[in-house]
């Protein structure tokens, strides 16, 4: 497949009349390693290569849909339909119930969460796989760029994957995500008690043209879902979940709680007033509506005499 990707970039660089060196200065990066990618010589290209390698010679995402492919060996058949379409999305909502995203990961903390799966083979599969994930990470430094949204479980930030330290710059990055318009963080404290996500995790995806797609995974396997009426169940578990999560401006302060110790001391509210103040806050962010109607605002009670 790292073969096919470079024949097939050989081709459309010719078709577009560009030598190595023109196509190398494109995409900011030498000659000599564009060559190594058209003839499977050196190092897989990352993700930011193969976009910018895309739009370069006009490929219409073509590359973008060949490249995680190229990594069949760290990416099983049910993993890359779903990466495929990760890269074209413009909303990416998940609901995490033990780790922190991979698009939201620090390179220690996902050196510390690679490290202990199963299906590791080598020390340099290692590098590889954090080098892919890390790779993936530029989608959201792209001007067009998707919208992410996502709900941690609290047990998440209670975790020190990696070490008190590693752990620590992970809450940073979090807390970094403030100044990022695109980026939204939301916390569900255990006393949310049970809800439909409790079991595991789950990513919804819109794409471009309005189409949705679900994505569950465990450890071992993974599950793409594409049938609307299951899409719309998914829909449904995950902004039940999102409304009893704590708002974003309380997220954060527990998240900065936990980093600086005095997490104990955080005030938790209560049920109703999470859902009062989740419900004005999606509002103000564009009227995010949720598909249950259980979770709708109250009806204002009628004054006396009215």
Not at 137 to 151: A, K
Not at 152 to 160: N, Q, Y
Not at 236 to 253: F, G, I, K, Q
Request: overall charge positive; aromatic content about 6%; hydrophobic content about 40%.
């Amino acid at each position: 497949m790292a073969a096919l990707f470079g024949t097939r970039l050989r081709k459309l660089r010719l078709a577009a009349g560009l030598t190595q060196d023109a196509l190398g200065r494109r995409v900011r990066t030498h000659s000599t390693r564009i060559n190594q990618v058209e003839r499977c010589t050196g190092a897989k290209p990352t993700l930011e290569l193969a976009r910018a390698l895309d739009e370069a010679v006009g490929a219409d995402g073509l590359l973008v849909e060949l490249w995680p492919f190229v990594y069949r060996e760290r990416f099983p058949d049910w993993a890359a339909e779903f990466m495929v379409r990760s890269a074209r999305a413009v909303l990416i909502r998940e609901y995490a119930a033990s780790v922190i995203p991979g698009l939201l990961q620090t390179e220690g903390y996902a050196r510390a969460v690679l490290s202990v799966g199963r299906t590791l083979k080598s020390a340099e599969q290692l590098e590889e796989r954090l080098a892919s994930r890390l790779a993936r990470q530029s989608l959201l430094r792209q001007p067009d760029g998707p919208v992410l949204w996502v709900v941690l479980d609290e047990s998440i930030l209670l975790r020190p994957v990696g070490g008190l330290a590693v752990m620590r710059a992970q809450l940073a990055r979090l807390l970094e995500t403030a100044d990022d318009p695109r980026i939204t963080v939301q916390i569900l404290p255990f006393s949310s008690g049970a809800h439909g996500a409790v079991e595991g995790s789950m990513t919804l995806l819109t794409l471009p043209d309005a189409s949705e797609c679900a994505y569950t995974e465990s450890s071992e396997c993974g599950q793409l879902v594409d049938e609307p009426e299951d899409v719309v169940t998914f829909a449904e578990t995950y902004d039940h979940a999102r409304a009893l999560a704590l708002p974003p401006s309380m997220s954060l302060d527990m998240i900065r709680s936990v980093m600086e110790g005095t997490y104990r001391a955080a005030r938790i509210p209560s049920r109703s007033e999470r859902r009062r103040l989740a419900q004005v806050h999606l509002q103000q962010q564009g009227g995010w509506q949720l598909h249950r109607s259980g979770n709708r605002p109250p009806r204002p009670r009628p004054r006396p005499g009215q």
